[in-house]
């Protein structure tokens, strides 16, 4: 049966190959400049867990969320975190963060376990990661 397992790791090696072409296409985002190794993982959060679909590519803000900008002013990096894994129940203790919710008709998801992409045992880290990303404001 060698021939038989052979053809089918060929097989499985040009499905891997194929899929990691197509992952590079043209519209994959490159990072901006000037981030350390945290920051830059950080980054890679922020794509992956499509936190751009409501805040934009550069955090700018768009009309499903505000812009990701001077937010060193109002959190620390563990204050963030916690805020991503339950953003209401921050809302519910911060006026200004409640204000900035009632802009908008679409709500910021909670990246709980049971979310796409959250569920990994490295979730604290990534998110610790996000933090540092997101209180480095974009150039
Ligand atoms: C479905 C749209 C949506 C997605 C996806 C989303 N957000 Fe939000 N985000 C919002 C909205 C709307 C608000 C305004 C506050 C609220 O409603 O909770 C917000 C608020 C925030 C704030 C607080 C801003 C402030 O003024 O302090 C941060 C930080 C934030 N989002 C980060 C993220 C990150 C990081 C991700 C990806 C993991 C993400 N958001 C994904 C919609 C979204």
Do not use: F
Not at 53 to 61: P, S, T, V
Not at 80 to 97: E, F, N
């Amino acid at each position: 049966m060698p021939q038989r397992r052979s053809t089918i790791a060929l097989v499985l090696a040009t499905g891997i190959l194929l899929a990691y072409v197509a992952g590079c296409g043209a519209d994959r985002p490159t990072p901006p400049p000037g981030l350390d190794k945290v920051q830059l993982a950080g980054w890679r959060a922020y794509v992956d867990l499509n936190c751009a679909a409501c805040h934009g590519e550069d955090r700018r803000g768009q009309r499903s969320g505000p812009a990701l900008t001077g937010l060193a002013e109002h959190w620390s990096a563990e204050q963030l975190v916690s805020y991503l894994t339950d953003p209401d129940a921050m809302i519910r203790t911060s006026p200004r963060l409640a204000r900035v919710a009632g802009q908008y008709s679409i709500r910021m998801p909670a990246s709980s376990g049971k979310s796409p992409g959250y569920g990994d045992p490295e979730r604290v880290e990534k998110l610790g990661a996000l933090a540092e990303y997101l209180l480095v404001d974009p150039r």
